[in-house]
């Protein structure tokens, strides 16, 4: 299989988002979906304080020639995808440049400071100001509401996949996924995680057209 040319070597992706939502998962799908293309895909992950509910992020360094650490440096990120908003501007803050594209979903997830009155969630026009001005382009996904739509609010991780996919950063589309995905999942829930990428692709390429 002839690989696509990355728009750089090694690419450097970033997914991140709290514990519970299935980045991980996401990352290895995604990594598993390019390295049956041919690419040499190396993940490192990084855990919160809880796994779920703490911050959790994926580093993703994606080549067409050979291995590379799993740690991405510092400002070199090309891609984040952020599952939660605040976790975007988090990782732009260490990882971020004036050309890394962002695609994060808009639904926030409040820490337990916030749940119990002892800290602000900044508003989310805040939050997209804020990533706007610290990357190149960001488009920004309600994913969250289209995953309940789907059937199952745990779903965001799909739905942010698809939204990747409408990027064409990298060559990675609805075929792919179906391959990966088919080898661990029964049909039922295979059907509905593909409505699901669907679903993502679709409101990625409308909020981008």
Known sequence: MKMIALPADPFNVIITGVGGQGNVMASRMLGNALARKGYHVTIGETFGVSQRGGSVMSHMRISETSSWSPQIPRGKAHVVVALEPSEALRVLGVYGNET?????????????????GESEYPAFEDLARAIRELSGAALFIPATDAAIEAGNPILVNVIMMGAVSAGGMLPFGIDDFREVASATMPPER?????EAFTRGKVLAEKKGS
């Open 100 to 116: 890394v594209s962002v695609i994060s979903n808009t639904r926030p997830i409040h820490p337990v400071g916030v749940i119990a």
């Open 190 to 194: 295979l059907a509905m995680n593909l």
